[in-house]
């Protein structure tokens, strides 16, 4: 027997779900009938990278409640764990979609690894501290792929943080990494739908993790460590899960990147501090542990500055009138008991009309 609370539980996801599905049925009716711009149809895919990013950083931030500023750093992990298989097999898989979907595990478990390395040390600590080595993590993360070399031959993989002459290939082999250059002429596999079926499976992950024991456990700790370590609850397991599972989707998000773009560069602007800060805004303004309200921001906050291109110097200032807000909108106890107030007298007056026919 289902309780008011599974059942309230339950339509909330349904509007989720079917909310990403109608704007996906939208979006490909405009892209087929030509009534978007080419602008328009390039941002799509980053869509659904930002929405993956903003939902997985919300299991850390939102619901594991720890401040987690390296979530680019797994997304570059990702992304070019899985650029590197893609390079590597181009000639020995020619199905692209079944090397692309390699390449998303393996991006997912690469991510998945340094979530593991970097949160059995990091996860003892808490708040700013804890903020601060994550930050720490992606910046050391973004430089390290900034000097690697790699290449291929017939010997197998060589590696070098010199140059790419170091690496001593033969006749007939490739430089896949360039150092700074990055690596290019990755396969572009990425699309829309793609995209749109890892948010939804993403969401799936989040949602279902969120309303199990597991995620219960987890959001123990976070409204109180003591009380939870003191029923049984092992703190470091769930912590370090949430943590985990939170990079593996980043590195979702970073295969989807990785196989959009015809170069993939460890630039500060793709995986650097600003990046991480970005998505911690999508959480922050969509409101902290609210799932849906992260897609939309994502959505929203990334569109904004693309419609507002035609205002010039004004589209930035809109832009930060806009973020200011919807945090008000999100966080004012006076906005949250109007929605309320609003969201109750609409629930009477269904029933009434329900009453009443």
Known sequence: MKTKAGNKNWGSNAITYGMVILAYAVMQAMVMSGNISSLMKGLLVPLCMYVILAVSLNLTVGILGELSLGHAGFMCVGAFSSAVFSKCMEGVIPNTMISFLIALVIGALAAAICGILIGIPVLRLRG????????????????????????????GLHFSLKNAAALNLEEGGQVIIKGAQGITGTPKVSSFTIGVVLVLLTLFIIINLTNSRTGRAIMSIRDNRIAAESVGINITKYKLLAFTVSAALAGVAGVLYSHNVSSLTALPKNFGYNMSIMIL?????????????????????????????????????????????????????????????????????????????
């Open 128 to 155: 700013d501290y804890l903020a601060i080595v994550t930050l720490a993590f992606g910046e050391i993360i973004k430089n390290i792929m900034n000097a690697i070399y790699l290449g291929l031959d017939s010997k």
């Open 281 to 357: 805004v999508f959480v922050v303004l969509g409101g902290i542990g609210n799932i849906r309200g992260s897609v939309i921001a994502a959505v929203v906050l990334t569109l904004l500055p693309e419609l507002l291109r035609g205002l010039n110097n004004y589209r930035m200032l809109i832009y930060a009138i806009v973020l200011i807000a919807m945090m008000i909108f999100n966080s004012s106890p006076k906005a949250i008991a109007l929605r309320s107030q609003i969201a109750d007298n609409w629930k009477k007056k269904h029933s009434r009309e329900k009453k009443e026919a």
